[in-house]
T-cell receptor, first 111, second 111 residues
Framework: GENVEQHPSTLSVQEGDSAVIKCTYS??????FPWYKQELGKGPQLIID?????GEKKDQRIAVTLNKTAKHFSLHITETQPEDSAVYFC??????????FGKGTSLLVTP | DTAVSQTPKYLVTQMGNDKSIKCEQN?????MYWYKQDSKKFLKIMFS???????INETVPNRFSPKSPDKAHLNLHINSLELGDSAVYFC??????????FGPGTRLLVL
């Protein structure tokens, strides 16, 4: 089955700095890679996703890159703000099954 | 306006009891899921239903029984609750089995 590794498990940055979270996956059949943000006491919310036929996708301060050959993908948050503080999950999906999640990264943005 | 809703939000019960968690989505999605999030925040798929039919059944004790009365609802019934069942249970739905939208979670505490 698919195995998704996520690093780091915790990340602390100063407001305005960039944050990068990295994930690797094991199954080359995986073709869809979403990122979720989970705030305290809430359910995970989709913030950005990328498909295997695309190398990079950007949405305002958030970007995701995918390297299919190396089987890794990353989340980049620029100009971080305190409200970006949350737990971020990467996931990998292959058709006919379900999302396999990484173990999460707890991001803290300090003013 | 809630897309995926779950009830109850909190559930505190004694070991050995039977309890149910309800989930409803108003997105018109065909596929619904139950995930379990443990104390370390790890998200793991339990079940998936597509058009009321079970399509994923992970290694979950048979004390857990999902029921889908219609496409918009997926309930989770748990028999003979154990201490290890304490976790946050998330319902999710999807139109294409890729992009998934999560509910707010049900926090179950078994005493």
């Amino acid at each position: 089955g698919e195995n998704v590794e996520q690093h780091p498990s915790t990340l602390s940055v100063q407001e305005g700095d960039s944050a990068v979270i990295k994930c690797t996956y094991s199954d080359s059949a995986s073709n869809y890679f979403p990122w979720y943000k989970q705030e305290l006491g809430k359910g995970p919310q989709l913030i950005i996703d990328i498909r295997s036929n695309v190398g990079e996708k950007k949405d305002q301060r958030i970007a995701v890159t995918l390297n299919k050959t190396a089987k890794h993908f990353s989340l980049h948050i620029t100009e971080t703000q305190p409200e970006d503080s949350a737990v971020y999950f990467c996931a990998a999906f292959w058709s006919g099954y379900a999302l396999n999640f990484g173990k999460g990264t707890s991001l803290l943005v300090t003013p | 306006d809630t897309a995926v809703s779950q009830t109850p939000k909190y559930l505190v019960t004694q070991m050995g009891n039977d309890k149910s968690i309800k989930c409803e989505q108003n997105l018109g999605h065909d596929t619904m899921y139950w995930y379990k999030q443990d104390s370390k925040k790890f998200l793991k798929i339990m079940f998936s239903y597509n058009n009321k039919e079970l399509i994923i059944n992970e290694t979950v004790p048979n004390r857990f029984s999902p029921k889908s009365p219609d496409k918009a609802h997926l309930n989770l019934h748990i028999n003979s609750l154990e201490l290890g069942d304490s976790a946050v249970y998330f319902c999710a739905s999807s139109s294409n089995q890729e992009t998934q939208y999560f509910g707010p979670g049900t926090r179950l505490l078994v005493l």
